[in-house]
């Protein structure tokens, strides 16, 4: 027994998500495919297949004959967009899985709590860069305190559309608080790079973190539960990878750190740095948008656990 699926927005995130969930998916079944351009080559594709389409929006996959039968929405459109969505089918009872920086719903990231927010009507994807660095913070976290928390994520410009240009602001705020929230960082701060170049280049993300750790075998436990956390990742983002071994370098005592975090009992005496790659399935987009495939793989994952704990209940 599937369960069916909707998902807003027919651009380049929606329709890499539509075929991940025809191709890999044993318990989840596409439903609908909604967008808002009847001209959209993910509408044109979802036809192609079978799938019942409407360009008129959400209100046109609620008047649609199987909206009834359809349980979890994915809305990949844009942060205000998916506030009016979510006000439109929460009543409803429909689950959703928000792949926007909205941040309506709480944060999943599902390496670090895929298991906490079953039962939240609507949930937060964070961003690309949020899922590629925060279970790496999450993981450091686990061993030490993290005093102070920094991600870059470069992804190639060919790879952002006009969703995620337009949510600029959106993405280094929601993945700035993720870090804390889910990440376990004490403070939080996210910058994302569009890189232009040709050919364009794969994900890129590095991850900065600031802890106590003067114990080498501190430090080791770091690296191990890092490892750990990059195979666990891995296990649904088959492109993700650590690009370089972990570097824990011990902070000079001028460096000016202060001014990133407060002064607690343990300072900061190292820095973690951690730098990965994402390469992309190639699903529908090129392996270079790994930002797109991260995020519409954690989404994949998210969904299918809410599905098997629907079925088991």
Same mark, same amino acid.
């Given at each position: 027994m599937?369960?069916? #699926?909707?998902?807003?927005?027919?651009?380049?995130?929606?329709?890499?998500?539509?075929?991940? @969930?025809?191709?890999? &998916?044993?318990?989840?079944?596409?439903?609908?495919m909604v967008g808002i351009d009847?001209?959209?080559?993910?509408?044109?594709?979802?036809?192609?297949?079978?799938?019942? *389409?409407?360009h008129e929006g959400v209100e046109g996959l609620m008047r649609l004959p199987g909206f009834d039968e359809i349980e979890i929405v994915f809305d990949a459109t844009s942060?205000? $967009? =998916?506030?009016?969505?979510?006000?439109?089918?929460?009543?409803l009872g429909k689950r959703l899985i928000d792949l926007t920086p909205a941040a309506v719903g709480p944060y999943v990231v599902p390496a670090v709590n895929i %298991? %906490? =927010?079953?039962?939240?009507?609507?949930?937060?994807?964070?961003?690309?860069?949020?899922?590629?660095?925060?279970?790496? +913070?999450? $993981? +450091? &976290?686990?061993? @030490?305190?993290?005093?102070?928390?920094?991600? @870059? $994520? &470069?992804?190639?410009?060919?790879?952002?559309?006009?969703?995620?240009? $337009?949510?600029?602001?959106?993405? *280094?705020e929601t993945t700035s608080a993720a870090i804390v929230e889910?990440?376990?960082?004490?403070?939080?701060?996210?910058?994302?790079?569009l890189n232009p170049a040709e050919p364009p280049l794969i994900m890129r993300d590095t991850v900065f973190a600031l802890v106590h750790a003067p114990e080498p075998g501190v430090q080791d436990e770091i690296r191990a539960s890092i490892e750990k956390m990059v195979a666990d990742v891995a296990a649904y983002v088959p492109g993700y990878r650590l690009k370089q071994q972990v570097q824990?370098?011990?902070?000079?005592?001028? /460096?000016?750190?202060?001014?990133? @975090?407060?002064?607690?009992?343990?300072?900061?005496? =190292? /820095? #973690?740095s951690v730098f990965l790659?994402?390469?992309?399935?190639? =699903?529908y987009l090129p392996a270079y948008a790994g930002n797109l495939d991260i995020m519409t793989s954690a989404a994949l994952r998210m969904a299918e656990r809410i599905a098997a704990s629907t079925a088991g209940s």
């Amino acid at each position: 027994m599937t369960t069916k #699926v909707a998902v807003i927005g027919s651009g380049n995130i929606g329709t890499d998500l539509m075929i991940k @969930v025809m191709r890999t &998916s044993t318990l989840l079944e596409m439903g609908a495919m909604v967008g808002i351009d009847p001209d959209s080559d993910g509408l044109a594709r979802a036809q192609r297949l079978g799938i019942p *389409t409407t360009h008129e929006g959400v209100e046109g996959l609620m008047r649609l004959p199987g909206f009834d039968e359809i349980e979890i929405v994915f809305d990949a459109t844009s942060a205000g $967009a =998916h506030r009016r969505n979510a006000a439109l089918l929460e009543p409803l009872g429909k689950r959703l899985i928000d792949l926007t920086p909205a941040a309506v719903g709480p944060y999943v990231v599902p390496a670090v709590n895929i %298991d %906490d =927010h079953l039962s939240a009507p609507n949930v937060n994807m964070v961003t690309c860069g949020g899922q590629a660095t925060i279970p790496v +913070v999450a $993981a +450091v &976290s686990r061993v @030490v305190p993290v005093a102070y928390a920094e991600i @870059v $994520a &470069s992804i190639a410009s060919r790879s952002a559309g006009p969703g995620t240009r $337009a949510n600029i602001d959106e993405f *280094t705020e929601t993945t700035s608080a993720a870090i804390v929230e889910v990440g376990g960082a004490a403070a939080g701060k996210a910058i994302i790079i569009l890189n232009p170049a040709e050919p364009p280049l794969i994900m890129r993300d590095t991850v900065f973190a600031l802890v106590h750790a003067p114990e080498p075998g501190v430090q080791d436990e770091i690296r191990a539960s890092i490892e750990k956390m990059v195979a666990d990742v891995a296990a649904y983002v088959p492109g993700y990878r650590l690009k370089q071994q972990v570097q824990i370098t011990e902070l000079p005592a001028d /460096q000016p750190v202060r001014t990133l @975090v407060d002064a607690p009992v343990d300072a900061p005496t =190292h /820095q #973690v740095s951690v730098f990965l790659e994402v390469e992309g399935a190639a =699903h529908y987009l090129p392996a270079y948008a790994g930002n797109l495939d991260i995020m519409t793989s954690a989404a994949l994952r998210m969904a299918e656990r809410i599905a098997a704990s629907t079925a088991g209940s």
